[in-house]
Each structure stands twice: as structure tokens, then as C-alpha cells.
């Protein structure tokens, strides 16, 4: 076939010119595949972004027009464009240039209630949202510019008597919790419910009126690059995953008044494999926190490589300046939290930490259901963590009598607490308190300056390292009503007055090696019924 050089040089030429026309239609293909449909620019469609025209109907005419052709871009150019609810269609990918803010409306007459089909305890909080879809498919919100809520705004706003009414009886009919005089009246920033494929990226969120963003019951959820800061008003979340599978949040930052990245279970369903990596996050309450509704529970989590400090405001509605917890879990309303993993944290200022409840508040998702049983905690594991500046507080896992927190690891922590504490509180007798809202700070002032653990079943711990700023005679460790402990490598400061180093009470079967005894005089000491306890390769003199 090639036996003229001619030939054969003509014939190669011809099968890779047509190669890569094959392949330039592959790619053509490809890309007009990955493409949007198409670009619809809201101010085609009349919207002004001179910062003070009302824009609801001219961007919901461009999402309606953009869904009629199968979806695509609905595009905000650079401008402030004021508008309220906008309701998102199937396919449709809001886009916001470099310059751009939306602003959200002042008049809440301009966020209509909205019921959502899917029932959960959220039914009690509000029906509005400045960006709503339910049971959507492929939905974006991205690009370089802002979303503003104004939520200062509505700061003391509450429904009216007759709003109250109206969606008490909607609710009712459907067999769905009722507001019953606590329904905020405050829209959300975005509220996704039963949404498949989401993808937030990028843009610049301030300022709700109530949680920033809440992807309820939704499946596949990217949130990526985001910028949040939510100091306008109480309940200013970063971000709510309710009941939300295959969720990847990733090289966030946020700066809060209330709770950072939430993972909340308010109806039947779990939240569960989930990823948070690669963020920054600062609150005044707990910087990332499973609970407290917790009905459908938590499942197959990770979180790693984040970065946890104190809010960079001064001044707040809710919380504290030095924030709550930094790593908060927490089972209170039934439910199940299992299989949680934890690494490389920084935590720089809060007030604890750590803290880890299994309590009984036992709210039903929907009214007339039966109070859930106590639920679970367990298999968690938290690894690779510094902290400084943990307040004399000190950190608590805590379970109850009768159902302990089970499988516990903490491991490779480092944690510099406040101190202060005295030999008074050693003894002090801490309340169950079952039924009481979970938080890092519900004890008080704990029996130990470090962890104080309680009602736990499987607890190991590896290489500890416990200092403190002022002098504290409170041990490091307290642990009561523990079964099979494992405690390795501790080194954690202590006072010559102080109670012990490591307080154990009621504790069955534990382990203690590779441990170095400090200042106190006691480095051990038992109460109540201990049985089988070992002592193995400690360094017990003391330094």
C-alpha cells in the first residue's frame, strides 16, 4: 500500500488531518456539552442595579426565560441590584460578575411565605428567602461579586398576627409543626430544599436576617470559595446542611455571630458524607457544630486542614467574643452521630476547644410523633490539634447514665488553657442537666482545667500535651463513670496544691502508660468504685 514514498507521506497526512478534526469535533462537542445553554443578563430583562429600583420581576423574568430553554447563565453585570425573593428554576446557574451586589430588599412584604414540602422542625423558624428552590436539579449560585441581606433590617421583626394565622394553617393541614409565637419573620439568604447538584462557588454572602444559607434534604452539595460574614442579626449561621447527603465544603471563610458551618438534622433524614476541608472559620458561637437538632443524625464525616480563631468583631448579638466551642458534637433530640474523623485544626481563642454531648432534649421532627429515645455518639476520632488560648472553662464529653458516648480517640492534641481554676472545683457536683440546650459551657467551670470526661465506653487517649497560662489546681484530666480507658503519652501541667494530675472515678478498666507525673503531689488518684486499673512505664517523679 505504501510502496511509493509519495503516497505514504500523502496517506499519513490525510489520517492525521482527519484525526484531529475528530478530535477538535470531540472537543467542540465536549465543550458545547459542558457549556451553558445559554447567557441571559438580567438588565436585558430590565433590571437597573442602581442600588435602589426594585428588581424581583425583572430577575425572576430572566431565570423563568432562561428555564423555558433548558437553562443556562442568568448573569448579573457590575451594579448593586435590590430585590426580594427570587425563586431559582431547574438547570439555571445565577452568575455575578466582579462588582456586582445583590441586595436583598428592606420590605419584608417583599419575601412572600413559602411553605417547603418537606417537613422538619425548621417549619418553626421562618418561610422566607431571598433566594429559594425546591426540589431543583443542577443549580448554581457563583462568580466574584456579593449577596447582601441588609438583615440589620429586620432585626426585631416578627410575624404579624394574621401571617402567623395563615401559616399556622397551612402547616396544620400538613401535619407540620406550627410556629407557635416564635416564628422569626426573617428571611434566610438562601434556602435550597430537596435540591440535587448544587454548586455555590466564590461569591461574597453578608448579611442575613437569619442563617446565611440552608440546604435542606439536598443531595450532592458543593459550597467552594465562599467568603461569609454574618453579623446583622441573632441566628446569623454560616451555613445549615440539614439532612443533606454527598456534601463537599471546601477553602471557606466566615466570620459569624452565631454557629460556623452547621451540620443539622431537623427532620427524619441524616446528614451524612460530608467533607469540610481547607477552611477558615471565625464565630462567636461554635465554629463547626453537628447539632443540636439531630433527629436523622450524622453519618460517615471528615473534617481536616481548618483553621478556627476568634471573631474579628467586637461587639455582637449572640455568644461571646471569644466564641463557644471549636469543634462542638452534639445528639440531643434521638438520632445517631457515627464515624466522625477529625485532623489538623488550628484553634486560636475559644472557650473550648472541644465539646462532645449526648443529651436528651427529645424534640419529634414533626408535631404529634412520639418523643425519640436517647440516641448515640460514637466512633469519632480527633487527631492533629492546637489550641491556645482555651478559656479556665476546659472541655467536656459527656454522656448520660445508661448511655455512654462510645469509641472516643483523641490524639496528638495540644491544648493551652486559661487556668485560674481552684481545688473547689475539683469536688464540685456536676448535674446531669439531660434536658438542657447543649453547649461547651453548661457545666460551668469543669472538675478539670483540660478534658473532663463523662459517661464514656471506649476512650483512648494518645500523646496529650495540657498547659496553662495561671496557676489552676484543678487536675488535667477528670474522668467518671468511664469503661475501658486507654491513656498514653500524657504531659500536661500541674500545681504542687493541686487535687492529682488524673482524677478517676468510677472508672472500670483502664490502661495508664508512657505518662510523665509534674508538680502535683498526687499523679493519681481514685474515687468511688475503680476496679482494674494499671499503672505501666509512667515517669512518676515528679518535675
Wanted: hydrophobic share 40%; proline share 4%.
Amino acid at each position: 500500500m505504501f510502496s511509493d514514498p509519495i503516497n505514504k507521506q500523502t496517506t499519513v497526512a490525510f489520517y492525521f488531518a482527519l484525526s484531529m478534526v475528530l478530535i477538535t469535533c470531540l472537543m467542540q462537542q465536549r465543550a458545547t456539552a459542558e457549556a451553558p445553554h445559554g447567557l441571559y443578563d438580567v438588565t436585558k430583562f430590565g433590571a437597573v442595579g442602581d442600588g435602589v429600583t426594585l428588581n424581583t420581576a425583572a430577575i425572576q423574568a430572566a431565570i423563568d426565560a432562561c428555564a423555558e430553554k433548558n437553562g443556562g447563565t442568568v448573569l448579573f453585570p457590575p451594579g448593586h441590584f435590590v430585590t426580594g425573593t427570587v425563586y431559582l428554576k431547574d438547570h439555571v446557574h445565577l452568575r455575578l460578575d466582579q462588582g456586582t451586589v445583590i441586595l436583598g430588599s428592606t420590605d419584608i412584604a417583599d419575601y412572600p411565605p413559602t411553605l417547603c414540602k418537606y417537613p422538619s422542625r425548621s417549619d418553626r423558624y421562618t418561610a422566607r428567602a431571598l433566594i429559594w428552590g425546591e426540589g431543583l436539579e443542577d443549580v448554581a449560585i457563583m462568580g466574584l461579586g456579593t449577596i447582601d441581606g441588609q438583615g440589620a433590617h429586620f432585626r426585631d421583626n416578627v410575624a404579624t398576627a394574621t401571617e402567623m394565622e395563615e401559616i399556622s394553617k397551612a402547616l396544620a393541614q400538613e401535619g407540620r409543626y406550627t410556629p407557635n409565637g416564635i416564628f422569626f419573620n426573617r428571611p434566610f439568604l438562601i434556602r435550597l430544599i430537596s435540591c440535587r447538584d448544587v454548586l455555590v462557588e466564590n461569591v461574597t454572602l453578608r448579611n442575613s436576617a437569619m442563617w446565611m444559607q440552608q440546604y435542606l434534604d439536598c443531595d450532592f452539595v458543593t459550597i467552594r470559595g465562599i467568603n461569609v460574614f454574618n453579623h446583622g442579626c441573632r441566628n446569623n449561621d454560616m451555613m445549615d446542611i440539614d439532612g443533606c447527603r454527598n456534601v463537599i465544603i471546601t477553602g471557606c471563610f466566615g466570620d459569624t455571630d452565631d454557629d460556623g458551618i452547621t451540620l443539622k438534622s431537623t427532620g427524619v433524614r441524616a446528614t451524612e458524607h460530608v467533607v469540610i476541608s481547607n477552611c477558615i472559620l471565625r464565630s462567636r458561637c461554635n465554629a463547626i457544630k453537628a447539632g443540636t437538632e439531630s433527629a436523622g443524625g450524622f453519618k460517615d464525616i471528615t473534617i481536616t486542614n481548618c483553621v478556627i480563631q476568634r471573631s474579628a468583631t467586637t461587639t455582637g448579638l449572640t455568644g461571646r467574643a471569644e466564641g463557644l466551642a471549636g469543634i462542638a458534637l452534639e445528639i440531643v433530640d434521638g438520632g445517631t452521630l457515627d464515624r466522625i474523623s477529625i485532623s489538623n485544626i488550628v484553634i486560636e481563642g475559644t472557650t473550648a476547644p472541644i465539646f462532645m454531648r449526648l443529651g436528651n432534649r427529645a424534640r419529634p421532627p414533626k408535631p404529634g410523633d412520639p418523643k425519640p429515645p436517647v440516641g448515640a455518639l460514637r466512633n469519632v476520632s480527633i487527631s492533629n490539634v492546637i489550641a491556645t488560648g482555651a478559656s479556665k472553662t476546659g472541655c467536656v464529653i459527656a454522656g448520660l447514665p445508661g448511655y455512654p458516648i462510645e469509641n472516643v480517640s483523641l490524639s496528638n492534641i495540644r491544648i493551652a488553657f486559661a487556668g485560674g481554676g481552684h481545688r473547689e472545683d475539683a469536688i464540685r457536683d456536676i448535674p446531669e442537666v439531660e434536658t438542657k440546650y447543649p453547649e461547651c459551657i453548661m457545666f460551668g467551670d469543669l472538675p478539670a482545667y483540660g478534658f473532663y470526661f463523662r459517661h464514656v465506653k471506649g476512650l483512648r487517649l494518645n500523646d496529650l500535651d495540657l498547659t496553662y497560662e495561671k496557676p489552676d489546681a484543678r487536675p488535667a484530666l477528670f474522668a467518671e463513670d468511664v469503661f475501658n480507658a486507654r491513656i498514653a503519652m500524657l504531659s500536661a501541667q500541674s500545681e504542687k496544691g493541686a487535687a492529682a494530675q488524673v482524677v478517676l472515678k468510677d472508672v472500670r478498666n483502664a490502661l495508664i502508660t508512657g505518662c510523665v507525673a509534674t508538680g502535683a503531689e498526687t499523679f493519681l488518684r481514685q474515687e468511688g468504685a475503680c476496679e482494674d486499673i494499671r499503672l505501666m512505664q509512667n515517669d512518676l517523679i515528679r518535675r
